[in-house]
Nanobody, 123 residues
Framework: VQLQASGGGLVQAGGSLMLSCAASGRTFSSFHMGWFRQAPGKEREFVATMNWNEGITYYADSVKGRFTISKNSNKNTVYLQMNSLKPEDTSVYYC?????????????????WGQGTLVTVSS
């Protein structure tokens, strides 16, 4: 499976960005596709994820109400719409796929990762 993330960039606080992640290669009958982020010197943290078949979404408390995860099944692409961005949202954002149905907010259950896209929010 190959995951190609894009859409990162530099934005002022309060602004918006949309990240995209296109999947190709192997397919799965059931999986979650989501986003994590990692700031310099910090551990990778969960942002949002979606059960691909059911469309059920999960968010970290820090992004609830500001970020929205969505998908285009025809394009095998997941999106992360980020609004009201804050300087503390500055990170490298990674998309990932998990075929497991538990611990969906934990990085260890995600077996496939994209290359990451940098989001920088200036104050």
């Amino acid at each position: 499976v190959q995951l190609q993330a894009s859409g990162g960039g530099l934005v002022q606080a309060g602004g918006s960005l949309m990240l995209s992640c296109a999947a190709s290669g192997r397919t799965f009958s059931s999986f979650h596709m989501g986003w994590f982020r990692q700031a310099p010197g910090k551990e990778r943290e969960f942002v949002a994820t979606m059960n691909w078949n059911e469309g059920i979404t999960y968010y970290a408390d820090s992004v609830k109400g500001r970020f929205t995860i969505s998908k285009n099944s025809n394009k095998n692409t997941v999106y992360l719409q980020m609004n009201s961005l804050k300087p503390e949202d500055t990170s490298v954002y990674y998309c990932a796929i998990s075929t497991r149905s538990y611990d969906r907010t934990r990085a260890y259950v995600y077996d496939y990762w994209g290359q990451g896209t940098l989001v920088t929010v200036s104050s």
